[in-house]
């Protein structure tokens, strides 16, 4: 059905059909802005990274954050809810032409990964980190449908969509320790296929995207678009342009077309009728607030905490957990290689806000958290509003094992989370709090086989202990 002939239904049909066909599409556009968010997500953070009008690196190239995600740093990369136990890199690639070589250093030890995901927010390949070890290697990544012939000693890696991003994370403990990290950081290099094999790289595409219009100072994957219909227009070109798997195409995109989506066709508002069109702005308008609520649905709500699925950074057809970690932790890696707890909430069940006081209390043997060495945890706290680290008098936006944290008589670390300090002698454990509501991620990187496998079973993992509120408050 055409939207010609959708509109002319929608004239001629009766009340109690107009009622009908409002409250199918209604859940329709839930249903559609759920599969769509992700990739509308991506196509914000390329938009940010690699070309918008204030690029941080052209295709191809990777932006190096030379400091860990500070509040500033956050808010200008657009990366929501971003780990500071780290540098980061950010690079998208667009493998329409030719495979790019990917090189990764040896970090003779240190914790580095290099996630590598797919439009969809699918972390399809992991050169390097967890069970990929740390001695890097050189790499192709290739594109869909490309045919041709790969030198010697670099390995394959086929990516699902034409446009990649690649994302290393290098362990940094602290300020002196940031030459070290940013020495394996920079060692981690793009190039062509064509300059791999000492030619000149292909010629840049001109690049015309419509650059998306959203409320600034806010993540750009919580989809707050000055006009929630761009939500719509930027998922039909991405979606042109990065087809997804045969399977879905068959089975799921066909029941979009009474949205007026079609794979090939770039979507209009104006070629879908005002009713159903006043549907899917209502949809793609409560998108980012319906994933962060259905959060405890994908995951399982424990202390405060929200234990993540399994399926975590390869959801799958799981549509509904890839849409709330695209939202609350966009570009959140498989559990096998990181294990993410976000503290939405007290141990009572509250919203926790920096009006109060709270401590958490870490108890041997920490089942919930047994990273395999090089790797650590580490818990961090996020503003709420922002999604971003919270600015703080000593510049402190989280702690971890390999911090200097003062334990108790018996062994157990008591963390403290407030606004102003708990103490001198309660400093080396306070994790400073924003004074409005706020949130926490409790990360687990390269965790144990055993650690990842036991999140399989929803009933009985115990995750991170409650966060409370100091008595009286």
């Known amino acids: 059905m055409d939207p010609v002939q959708a509109a002319e ?22 249903q559609a802005a759920t599969y769509a968010a992700p990739l509308v997500a991506m196509y914000n953070l390329r938009d940010t990274v690699a070309v918008g009008a204030k690029p941080k690196a052209l295709p191809g190239k990777l932006w190096r954050l030379e400091d860990i995600a500070t509040p500033k740093l956050a808010a200008e990369s657009g990366y929501v809810s971003p780990n500071v136990d780290v540098v980061y890199g950010f690079g998208f690639v667009d493998l329409g032409q030719e495979p790019t070589i990917l090189t990764a250093p040896d970090s003779e030890g240190r914790y580095y990964m290099i996630e590598i995901v797919d439009m969809y927010t699918n972390a399809f390949a992991y050169p390097a980190g967890g069970a990929s070890g740390y001695k890097g290697g050189k790499f192709a990544l290739v ?17 699902p969509t034409r446009w990649i991003e690649l994302q290393p994370r290098v362990n940094v403990k602290g300020e002196a320790d940031l030459p070290a990290a940013r020495k394996v950081l920079a060692a981690i290099t793009l190039q062509s296929l064509s300059e791999y094999k000492g030619g000149a790289a292909p010629a840049q595409p001109a690049y015309h995207y419509e650059s998306p219009k959203m409320t600034p100072g806010v993540a750009t994957s919580h989809m707050q678009f000055d006009d929630p219909l761009q939500f719509w227009s930027l998922f039909s070109a991405a979606l042109n342009e990065n087809p997804p798997p045969a399977s879905e195409i068959a089975t799921v995109l066909p029941s979009f077309k009474y949205l007026g989506i079609e794979l090939g ?3 209009k508002p104006e070629n879908v009728p005002p009713a159903i069109l006043a549907q899917m702005k209502v949809a793609a308008a409560s998108i980012g607030d319906l994933a962060l609520g259905t959060m405890p649905l994908a995951g399982t709500l424990k202390n405060g905490w929200v234990i993540p699925p399994y399926n975590t950074g390869d959801a799958g057809t799981d549509y509904l957990s890839r849409l709330d970690v695209a939202v609350f932790g966009l570009t959140a890696n498989a559990a096998n290689q990181a294990i993410y707890y976000s503290g939405v909430l007290d141990g009572n069940n509250q919203p926790m806000t920096g009006a109060k006081r709270y401590t958490m209390t870490l108890k041997p043997p920490m089942d919930y958290a047994k990273p395999v060495a090089p790797g650590f945890w580490s818990v961090t706290m996020y503003d709420r509003v922002t999604s971003y680290t919270a600015p703080n008098p000593i510049n402190r936006y989280h702690l971890s094992d390999y911090d200097n944290l003062t334990k108790n008589a018996d062994g157990s670390i008591t963390i403290y989370m407030q606004a102003t300090s708990p103490g001198a002698d309660k400093e080396s454990n306070w994790l400073p709090t924003p004074n409005g509501p706020f949130y926490l991620i409790f990360r687990n990187y390269a965790p144990s086989p055993e650690n990842t496998a036991a999140l399989k079973d929803r009933a009985t993992f115990q995750g991170p202990p409650g966060v409370f509120p100091v008595d009286g408050e």
């Open 265 to 267: 066709k770039q979507w």
């Open 9 to 30: 239904l929608t004239l001629q049909a009766s009340p109690e059909q107009s009622k009908a066909i409002e409250e199918w599409t209604r859940t329709l556009a839930v």
């Open 143 to 159: 594109g869909p449908g490309w045919k041709g012939e790969l030198p010697a000693g670099v390995t394959r890696i086929d990516a």
